[in-house]
C-alpha cells in the first residue's frame, strides 16, 4: 500500500491475496467514488487464475477515485483505488508495514503488495480474521459465506484458533439449518457440473475483438482469462505430456441405487445429501488401495524422471462453474468413513457452486472423478489433471434390459470410464482399477472390510 502527497489520501495497490499470483481481473466495483467506506468493507471482486475473490477496504473515510476499470486485468502491486480519509497519509517507508489494528481493535487485510508498481519479488499477503463490532473474529470470505447463506455469526460457535470463526463452523450451522436441503441436485451426483449459459451478444458495435466491419450478431470474441485460462493451459499440458490412454466397462448399479435409498431414509444421514456419488467415490477410494500406481504421478528430475507414488488419497471432484473448470479435492480421503466423506461431498458442493472454491483446496489432488453423467453422457475420455496419473469419468444412471441368472430384467446401469498417463501404469493395471470400481458399484458389500 502506498501513500499520496496530499494529506489524508491513500492509494490502494492490487494485493497478492495469498496464492502467489502476478495478476487479476477487476470484475465488479462495489463501490463509487464519494462512497463512504468503512474498514472491511467489500471495495470490489478480483478473478485471479484459480478463484473469484472480494477485496475488503483498508481505510475507514469516502472513495477518492477509480483507478482501473472493470474488466481490465492488472498487475500485482499496481494502483486500483484511492481513498480520503481524516487521519493524514503515514510517511514511507522502505519495507512494507505489519497488518495494522483498525480503529475497532482487530487486525485487517492491510500492507498488500509494494508502495510502486509491480516486483518480481514480493512478501505473501496474510490474511488476517476482522473483529466485529459484536465481537465475531471472522475472515471476510468467511463473512461473506454466512451472508450468502443467511446464517447469523453470532450463532456460530467457533473452533478456529483464538475463537476464530471457520468455514466448516459456518457450513456446519448451515446444515443444520436446512440449506443444503432448499439445493437441488441432480440424483446422480453431488457436485453438479453447472452448465454455463451462453455469453450475451453485446450491442452492435459493442462487440470485443471483432474485425472492423464485421457484424457482432454473427460472432462474438470472449476473452480468454482468470479460470478459464488456467484450465485450457492445464489441459493443453496434460494432454500434450501424459500419454493418454481410457478404459471403461458397463455396470449394473441397482444395489448402489438401493444403498443411497437406504441411507436416505437412515437417521445418521438425515442432514445430509447423499447421491451415488457417495458411494463411487468410496469405490475409487477402495480401488486405489489394490491398484496404487493409479494414484501415482510422472516426476521430473534433474537426471530423467520418477515416479511418485502417494500412500494418501486427495480426491478431486471436476466441477464446471460458470467462471471455467474447478478441481477441488478432499484431503485424505482415505480416512473418511461414509457419514464424513458425505459431509465433505457436501462442503465440497456449496463451495465451488458458488464459484469461490480456495487455491487451497485445488492443490494437491491425487486422483479425480468427473460427473458427465449429470450432461446425460454415458461415457467420455477426459483428460487427466496435472499432476496426476488417472482420472475416472462417472456416465448417467438409467434403466436397461440387463441378463440376470438368464433373465431379461430391468436394471440400473451406468458405465464407469478411466483416462491414465501410460508411463506410470500399464493395461493390466488401468483395467484391473477401473473393473474394481464397478465391482464395488455392483456389489456396495465390498465397501465392508
Given at each position: 500500500m502506498s501513500s499520496d502527497a496530499a494529506k489524508g489520501t491513500r492509494t490502494f495497490t492490487l494485493p497478492d491475496v495469498g496464492e502467489g499470483l502476478t495478476e487479476a481481473e477487476v470484475v465488479t466495483w462495489k463501490v463509487a467514488p464519494g462512497d463512504a467506506v468503512a474498514i472491511n468493507d467489500v471495495i470490489c471482486e478480483i478473478e485471479t487464475a484459480k478463484s473469484l475473490v472480494e477485496l475488503p477496504s483498508p481505510h475507514a473515510g469516502t472513495v477518492g477515485e477509480l483507478l482501473v476499470d472493470e474488466g481490465a486485468t492488472v498487475e500485482v502491486g499496481a494502483p486500483i483505488i484511492t481513498f480520503v480519509t481524516d487521519a493524514p497519509a503515514p510517511a514511507a517507508k522502505p519495507q512494507p508495514a505489519a497488518p495494522a489494528a483498525d480503529e475497532g481493535g482487530g487486525s485487517v487485510l492491510v500492507g498488500y503488495g509494494s508502495g510502486g508498481g509491480a516486483t518480481s519479488r514480493r512478501k505473501r499477503a496474510v490474511e488476517h480474521p476482522v473483529r466485529s463490532s459484536v465481537g465475531v473474529i471472522a475472515k471476510p470470505p468467511i463473512r461473506k459465506l454466512a451472508r450468502d447463506l443467511g446464517v447469523d455469526l453470532t450463532a456460530v460457535t467457533p473452533t478456529g484458533a483464538d475463537g476464530e470463526v471457520t468455514r466448516d463452523d459456518v457450513v456446519q450451522l448451515a446444515s443444520q439449518a436446512s440449506v443444503f436441503r432448499n439445493i437441488s441436485t441432480p440424483e446422480w451426483g453431488d457436485v453438479r457440473e453447472e452448465t454455463v449459459p451462453a455469453p450475451q451478444l453485446p450491442a452492435v458495435?459493442?462487440?470485443?475483438?471483432?474485425?472492423?466491419?464485421?457484424?457482432?450478431?454473427?460472432?462474438?470474441?470472449?476473452?480468454?482469462?482468470?479460470?478459464?485460462?488456467?484450465?485450457?493451459?492445464?489441459?493443453?499440458?496434460?494432454?500434450?505430456?501424459?500419454?493418454?490412454?481410457?478404459?471403461?466397462?458397463?455396470?449394473?448399479?441397482?444395489?448402489?441405487?438401493?444403498?443411497?435409498?437406504?441411507?436416505?431414509?437412515?437417521?445418521?444421514?438425515?442432514?445430509?445429501?447423499?447421491?451415488?456419488?457417495?458411494?463411487?467415490?468410496?469405490?475409487?477410494i477402495w480401488a486405489v488401495r489394490r491398484t496404487p500406481m493409479v494414484n501415482a504421478a510422472w516426476i521430473d528430475t534433474d537426471d530423467g524422471a520418477e515416479i511418485s507414488v502417494r500412500h494418501y488419497v486427495n480426491l478431486g471432484i471436476a466441477a464446471a462453474t460458470p467462471r471455467g473448470l474447478l478441481v477441488p479435492n478432499i484431503k485424505d480421503a482415505q480416512d473418511l468413513g461414509m457419514r464424513d466423506l458425505a459431509r465433505a461431498l457436501n462442503r465440497l458442493t456449496l463451495t465451488a457452486r458458488e464459484g469461490k472454491t480456495s487455491p487451497a483446496d485445488q492443490q494437491g489432488g491425487t486422483i479425480t472423478i468427473t460427473n458427465i453423467g449429470v450432461f446425460g453422457m454415458d461415457a467420455g475420455t477426459p483428460i487427466i489433471n496435472p499432476g496426476e496419473a488417472g482420472i475416472v469419468a462417472m456416465g448417467t444412471i438409467s434403466q436397461k434390459p440387463w441378463?440376470?441368472?438368464?433373465?431379461?430384467?430391468?436394471?440400473?446401469?451406468?458405465?464407469?470410464?478411466?483416462?491414465?498417463?501410460?508411463?506410470?501404469?500399464?493395461?493390466?493395471?488401468?483395467?484391473?482399477?477401473?473393473?474394481?470400481?464397478?465391482?464395488?458399484?455392483?456389489?456396495?458389500?465390498l465397501l465392508v472390510d
Open positions: 458495435g459493442l462487440a470485443r475483438g471483432l474485425q472492423p466491419g464485421s457484424d457482432p450478431a454473427r460472432s462474438e470474441a470472449i476473452p480468454v482469462k482468470g479460470v478459464r485460462k488456467a484450465s485450457a493451459n492445464a489441459m493443453v499440458q496434460s494432454a500434450y505430456t501424459a500419454p493418454h490412454v481410457t478404459v471403461w466397462k458397463e455396470v449394473d448399479a441397482t444395489r448402489t441405487m438401493e444403498l443411497v435409498k437406504r441411507l436416505k431414509a437412515s437417521p445418521d444421514f438425515a442432514d445430509i445429501k447423499v447421491s451415488p456419488l457417495l458411494i463411487m467415490a468410496r469405490a475409487v441378463v440376470v441368472d438368464g433373465e431379461v430384467r430391468p436394471r440400473w446401469v451406468t458405465t464407469v470410464a478411466g483416462s491414465f498417463d501410460h508411463r506410470v501404469i500399464d493395461g493390466d493395471g488401468m483395467s484391473r482399477f477401473i473393473a474394481d470400481v464397478a465391482s464395488v458399484l455392483e456389489e456396495p458389500a
